[in-house]
């Protein structure tokens, strides 16, 4: 990843504010954008990666290449997201299966391509499989195998991802 900095689209905060509010210098990526207010612990993003306004990226977590993470998602410490991975305004993301566990964190995979739906929650130690879509509102609390849909609560396989394709008509 390239050690240029990106943007940091400000309303009334410059970078000295922000680096009050995250208590550390955040550097971004070339390419990379990340909407104020939001928090950002991390310093892993890849380049092209956009987060949107009141997201809340925890320590320690990985972001790939060319993400989109939209407002107000929470991704806890310690994820791993892959590269071209979406996710959607409202998504929870969370490492603590049954909390407090003071540190001894679960934390979860997001594998390259994938999407995660708005108000999605994933469940602490699970695996989001490549090209996989979790559907808006589904709670998970297992892995989802690579490009399988699945939705509800607790979310089950609905279709494979070439007949989600064929409904969106992008195949």
Same mark, same amino acid.
């Given at each position: 990843?390239?050690?240029?900095?990106?943007?940091?689209?400000?309303?009334?905060? !410059? %970078?000295?504010?922000?680096?009050?509010?995250?208590?550390? $210098?955040?550097?971004?990526?070339? =390419?990379?954008?990340? %909407? %104020?207010?939001?928090?950002?612990? &991390?310093?892993?993003?890849?380049? =092209? *990666?956009?987060?949107?306004?009141?997201?809340?990226?925890? @320590?320690?977590v990985v972001i790939g290449d060319n993400c989109r993470i939209q407002g107000t998602a929470y991704i806890a410490d310690k *994820?791993?997201?892959?590269? /071209?991975?979406?996710?959607?305004?409202?998504?929870?993301? &969370?490492n603590d299966r049954h909390p407090p566990s003071n540190g001894r964190w679960s934390p979860i995979m997001v594998a390259d391509?994938? #999407?995660?739906?708005?108000?999605? &929650?994933?469940?602490?130690? #699970?695996?989001?499989?490549?090209? !996989?879509? +979790?559907?808006? =509102?589904?709670? +998970?609390?297992?892995? +989802?195998?690579?490009? /399988?849909?699945?939705?509800?609560?607790?979310? $089950?396989?609905?279709?494979? $991802? !070439?007949?989600?394709?064929? @409904? @969106?008509?992008?195949?």
């Amino acid at each position: 990843m390239s050690k240029q900095k990106g943007t940091l689209l400000c309303s009334h905060a !410059s %970078w000295e504010s922000m680096d009050e509010l995250a208590g550390r $210098k955040i550097e971004l990526p070339c =390419g990379a954008i990340a %909407w %104020w207010p939001c928090h950002v612990a &991390t310093q892993t993003i890849g380049v =092209g *990666t956009v987060i949107g306004a009141l997201a809340h990226i925890g @320590r320690d977590v990985v972001i790939g290449d060319n993400c989109r993470i939209q407002g107000t998602a929470y991704i806890a410490d310690k *994820t791993q997201i892959g590269s /071209e991975v979406f996710i959607g305004p409202g998504a929870v993301i &969370t490492n603590d299966r049954h909390p407090p566990s003071n540190g001894r964190w679960s934390p979860i995979m997001v594998a390259d391509k994938a #999407i995660i739906g708005a108000n999605a &929650t994933l469940v602490a130690g #699970i695996r989001i499989g490549e090209g !996989s879509v +979790v559907a808006a =509102g589904a709670v +998970v609390t297992k892995d +989802v195998p690579p490009n /399988e849909v699945w939705g509800g609560n607790p979310a $089950k396989f609905l279709m494979g $991802k !070439s007949e989600y394709e064929h @409904r @969106r008509g992008t195949e």
